[in-house]
């Protein structure tokens, strides 16, 4: 983990369609969607090398999906990143989603 004296914030991108997470303001990772309609469909999700083995790409999601909630929004996990850690945190089991094809075509269009 991180420790105490190193600033982490999650902040959401609206230009870049993103959630960012900064380590002591120098960007350590991301995890990118799209939104359709009500739903905020997550497709991809990095943490820098450097930054590896932090627990920064949970906390990234963990407060990402958080702000879905926050903005009445719900999840569709097309990153398996986001997937996974949906598995292990039921407590978005609610506001969640499933992949379904037409999400899928729907996300392909949109990425080009």
Known sequence: M???ST???VERVAAGRRYDILVDGRRAGLTAYRDLGAQRVFFHTEID??????????QLVQQALADVRASGMR???VCPYVAKF????EEFADITDPVTPDVLRWLEAQLG
């Open 49 to 58: 090398e450097a930054f590896a083995g932090q627990g920064l790409g949970a």
């Open 75 to 77: 999840i569709v996990p």
């Open 86 to 89: 949906l598995k292990r945190h």
């Open 7 to 9: 600033a982490v914030v």
């Open 2 to 4: 991180s420790d105490s």
